[in-house]
């Protein structure tokens, strides 16, 4: 998880503690923008990954006009163990479809609920060649796994067991929390039991 390699999925993710709101926005990887060591020039934004996750950071800030202080890194690995070691998700989709062999599995996604363990919520991430807004449809359904994962977080039971689940998939993630931010988050929650609102968005382009 350590490696250098191309970032597939750029997702700014802001959280707001005070009203409670929780906003993401998902850049297509293929979308021309000026990478933060390119001076300017456009390139694709998955290239920004090559450089390391600065990088991607510094591109997405450029871009956003905002600052990014925290990220988090997973792989296809490091995100099947995270749902499973959650013990699946609930994750609504907006379409019915099967997903092809290249997604890594083959399923089918009921428009509506579905209840994936952690091949089949990658799978449900990766497919775009069913979904008729390919790579755009993708970060929708990209969004939906990950709003799934902070719900099924947010109960009082999940909190409780969080540091084992952390620990569990702890050589698969990649981020700059520290331990003692992140036990932090967990009791905050666990003491005000707070609901919250998730929204999710996407950029727009042109050809």
């Known amino acids: ?24 926005i998902s850049t297509p990887r293929d979308y021309y923008v ?3 060591i390119s001076n ?29 202080e925290f990220f988090g890194r997973v792989n296809f690995t490091s995100m099947t163990s995270v749902v499973d070691a959650l013990g699946g998700l609930d994750v ?10 290249e997604s890594g599995a083959e399923i089918h996604v009921n ?3 579905n209840h994936f363990d952690g091949i089949s919520a990658l799978a449900f991430c990766r497919e775009r060649q069913a979904l008729p807004d390919g790579d ?20 009082p039971a999940m ?5 084992d689940i952390i620990e569990s998939v702890s050589d698969g993630v990649d981020t700059n929390f520290t331990s003692s931010q992140i036990q932090s988050l ?22």
């Open 1 to 24: 998880i350590t490696a250098t390699s191309r970032s597939d999925v750029n997702i700014v993710l802001t959280v707001n503690a005070r009203t409670k709101q929780v906003l993401m």
């Open 34 to 36: 000026p990478l933060s």
């Open 40 to 68: 300017g020039v456009p390139d694709k934004l998955t290239h920004a990954g090559i450089y390391g996750v600065d990088v991607s950071m510094q591109t997405l800030e450029a871009l956003y006009d905002t600052d990014i």
């Open 92 to 101: 609504e989709s907006d379409l019915e479809f099967d997903t092809g062999w």
């Open 111 to 113: 428009e509506g609920m």
């Open 136 to 155: 755009n449809g993708r970060g929708v359904h990209q969004q939906a796994v990950i709003t799934a994962i902070i719900k099924k977080m947010m109960s």
């Open 159 to 163: 909190l409780r067991g969080a540091s």
């Open 186 to 207: 967990i009791k905050t929650q666990l003491r005000t039991n707070a609901k919250w609102n998730i929204y999710s968005v996407a950029a727009d382009g042109t050809g």
